[in-house]
Structure formats: structure tokens, C-alpha cells
């Protein structure tokens, strides 16, 4: 019999991934104004009811530019930790730099939030990119991008060795105790020598995910990560980033298959496509679209000199990805995602592709804009090709955008056999949330 797979739907719970007119857009719908953690709390909400695999909180180490347009967000950690006390089976995973943080405490950290949500804690392993981040960490400049990777790679190594060198076990005379041992790591950048002073919780030590696009990236991610973040735009890319992961997997003793790549997905939904594109043009509606041009390529540290909007983009002066990938200065997959849509559509104009990379949310990922039963079936033909292993949905008007989702799509009427309502509802921690949703062949 076949190994039964599973649909991973994780939440993104960051504004800063809203269409850029969401906060007009949720004005002119009536919608109240909510503070920055009151939003948090609401996302964990959906990620319970909707019976979402885990919340995912990105996180930026320092201000991209005054007033900040996401409401100042919070630290994951501290924002998941406060979500675990209002939620109950939604994992919790936690975004958090390699390059700024030291590998004990974060260890310290994230097993905390482990404990607080009983073991439901999951951890994106990141290496930072932006420069002038850097100078906010008693760094003089960053990192370039192999020194970033080697340094993630060792951090890894110790956190693991942390968490795995604890156990809680009943002695002989009836009392549970805790013991740990210490590791004793003496590396090129680390010197620790442990135990960890954190009990494990019943899952034994947070997942652990990585958004792993360049070579350094995948080879980071075959080695420790238990589920990887992409930015496959098509069917055939996501085989492509398939197979280089499973070679990656097989040169570090894993088996192919075991870690599952789950691609961002900005849908735009209606009962109809004509009702999924007015909701689209509303929200392009309430963007001015000349101030957020230069950000379009300027996030990846390229410049390439753009006219007016509605003129063609100058997709000859758009540097090829494996020309850049050492130098980028963003995540290189996200790079790689905005070059081959440019690339498969030729003719586009400059005002697409800022509504693309920065407009409408969601960074560079794949956006999606037709009925609910249209994207069931999208699902369903990137689960059947066997290459992902679900999707991080990032929903462009906030609430209203993740209500509908959880009403239409996530409760279909028996009429649509194939939507999600085929859900298992075993309360899971987060070492069982990569078998907890049930969209199966």
C-alpha cells in the first residue's frame, strides 16, 4: 500500500505580506482598526478553526523605513508565545536569525515557547540579508552569503545537540526528573558546553524549517531541517527544486522525499474568476504605485533604471539569477520566483511586475486569482505531482481574506468532495503536524 501524503496549509501571520491596500481596502469594508497583537491573536484563531497545519510569523530584525506600514511587528517568539495560551492544535513556528542571535539562548528561547504551547513550537531558521540590519547586532558589516550559511550550519548543529541531550523520564521511586547532558561543542565560530536548563515537551525538540534557495541554502536545509520554504511559481519549477532537494537530502545519509518543500501562495478568491478579479482590481485601487517602483528590484540590491508604469520592463537589463546569487541581497529564492515570472511573460509592464514583487502582497510568491473550486483543484494537481508538500498561504486583505478561505474552501458542502473538509482533527503536536492535514489521493 502507499504511503499516504499529506497537504500542509500553514498560515503566514505577518502583515507586513498584506496587499499593499489592505488597510483601505478593510476601511472601506467596515472593518474595525485592530492593534498589532490583537491582529496576532486573530490570526492564531483562524489557524485553530481553520485547522491550518501551523501559524508562520517571518521576522525583520530592525525598521525598513518610518512610519512602518505593518503596525511595528511584534518578535515571533514573544508574539507565539502569548498565541499559544488563546490556541490549541495550530503549531507555532517561530522565524529567527543565525547570524544575530546567539545558539544557547535562542535554544532557551524557542524550547520556552515549546513548553508554554505543550510542544507545538517549530523554528524557520533564517541568515538575514539586509546590511544595514547588521549594525543593529555589534556587527560592523554582514556576513556575505557563505559566511552566513557556514554560521547557520554550526548553529544548527549546536541547537540540535542542545534539545537532543534532554530527556524527562520516571525513576524507580515514582518522581519524574529532568536530565541533560552537556555537548561540549568546540567549533570554528561556537564554544558551548551545555546542558540545556530547559526541560524538552512531549514532542522532544521544536521542528525545525528553513527557506532554503540558493546551493548553500538546500545544503543547510538537507542537513537539519524537517520541512523547507520555497518559492516555486510553477508546477515544473517546484520538480526542479524536488529533485536538486532530494539530491541534497541523499548526500547528507536522509532519505529522498522526507522533507517536505511547501511554496508560498497568495490566493485571490470569488465564487466566480470575474468576482476574484474586481477584488484584486478594488485593492490595486487603494495603492499609489509610483512610490513602491524603486523597491521592486531594490530589495535584491539590483538596479535596473525603470520608466513609466505602463511602459514595458526592460526584462534584458534584469540580471540572470545564477549571475547574481552570491550577491543578492534578499532571499535568493524570492529572486529566483520574480525572475521567472517576468521571464514567462513577455510584454509585461512595469507596473506588474511592482504589483508582483511588492504590490500585492506576499513578497515575490505565486498569487492565485479564480473560485474557490479552482483552487481545490490547483491543490489537488500540485499534491498529485508528489513535488510539495503544501503551502504557506498568505491572504492579501487580512481577516476577511482568511474567513472566506476558512468558509468557503475549508468547509465545502458535500457538492465539492475534493475541498478541505477532509481534515484529520487529532489534536497534534508539532512533530505530528506534518501528517495532520488529510487531502490525500
Known amino acids: 500500500m502507499a504511503e499516504r501524503r499529506y497537504l500542509h496549509l500553514n498560515l503566514v501571520a505577518n502583515d507586513i505580506n498584506l496587499h499593499q491596500g489592505a488597510h483601505k481596502y478593510e476601511r472601506a469594508q467596515g472593518i474595525a482598526e485592530r492593534g498589532t497583537f490583537e491582529r496576532l491573536l486573530e490570526y492564531g484563531r483562524f489557524g485553530d478553526e481553520g485547522l491550518f497545519t501551523a501559524l508562520f510569523v517571518g521576522d525583520i530584525p530592525g525598521m525598513q523605513g ?51 504551547s505543550d510542544g507545538r513550537a517549530g523554528y524557520n531558521a533564517v541568515t538575514s540579508v539586509i546590511d544595514r540590519f547588521a549594525l543593529n547586532y555589534s556587527l560592523e558589516n554582514h556576513l556575505d552569503r557563505e559566511a552566513r550559511y557556514h554560521r547557520a550550519d554550526e548553529f544548527l548543529q549546536v541547537l540540535r545537540g542542545l534539545w537532543d541531550n534532554r530527556s524527562v523520564r520516571r525513576d524507580p521511586d515514582g518522581l519524574t526528573r529532568f536530565y541533560a547532558e552537556p555537548i561540549d561543542h568546540r567549533g570554528a565560530l561556537f564554544q558551548v558546553s551545555g546542558p540545556l536548563n530547559i526541560a524538552p515537551s512531549r514532542q522532544g525538540r521544536p521542528l525545525i524549517a528553513q527557506a532554503g534557495g540558493s546551493g548553500s541554502g538546500i545544503r543547510v536545509a538537507a542537513k537539519h531541517a524537517d520541512m523547507v520554504f520555497t518559492n516555486s511559481s510553477t508546477r515544473a519549477s517546484a520538480a526542479i527544486y524536488r529533485e536538486t532537494l532530494d539530491k541534497a537530502l541523499v548526500e547528507q545519509g536522509r532519505a529522498p522525499g522526507s522533507v517536505p518543500p511547501i511554496p508560498g501562495l ?43 508604469l505602463a511602459e514595458p520592463f526592460p526584462t534584458h537589463l534584469l540580471p540572470r539569477p545564477e549571475d547574481v546569487e552570491a550577491t543578492i541581497k534578499s532571499t535568493f529564492g524570492n529572486y529566483v520566483g520574480l525572475y521567472n515570472w517576468i521571464e514567462e511573460r513577455p510584454g509585461v509592464t ?19 486569482v479564480g473560485t474557490y473550486d479552482d483552487l481545490v483543484d490547483d491543490f489537488a494537481a500540485w ?54 492535514h488529510n487531502f490525500v489521493r
Open 66 to 116: 518610518s512610519p512602518a506600514f505593518d503596525g511595528g511587528p511584534a518578535e515571533p517568539i514573544t508574539a507565539l508565545t502569548a498565541i499559544s495560551q488563546h490556541t490549541e492544535h495550530v503549531g507555532l513556528i517561530a522565524t529567527a536569525s543565525t547570524t544575530f542571535y546567539d545558539p544557547y539562548n535562542l535554544a532557551r528561547l524557542l524550547a520556552s515557547l515549546d513548553q508554554a
Open 266 to 308: 497568495i490566493p485571490y478568491l470569488g465564487q466566480t474568476t470575474a468576482e476574484a478579479e474586481e477584488k484584486l482590481r478594488e485593492l490595486d485601487s487603494y495603492v499609489d504605485w509610483e512610490p513602491l517602483a524603486p523597491f521592486a528590484l531594490g530589495q535584491f540590491g539590483i538596479e535596473v533604471p525603470l520608466g513609466d
Open 350 to 368: 512595469v507596473r506588474e511586475v511592482v504589483a508582483q514583487a511588492v504590490g500585492r502582497g506576499g513578497a515575490t510568491h505565486r498569487k492565485f
Open 383 to 436: 499534491h498529485e505531482d508528489g513535488n510539495v508538500g503544501g503551502f504557506n498561504l498568505m491572504f492579501s486583505a487580512g481577516s476577511a481574506a482568511i474567513r472566506e478561505f476558512i468558509d468557503e474552501v475549508g468547509r465545502a458542502p458535500p457538492r465539492r468532495p475534493r475541498h478541505l473538509s477532509r481534515y484529520s482533527r487529532r489534536p497534534p503536536t508539532t512533530r505530528t503536524i506534518l501528517n495532520r
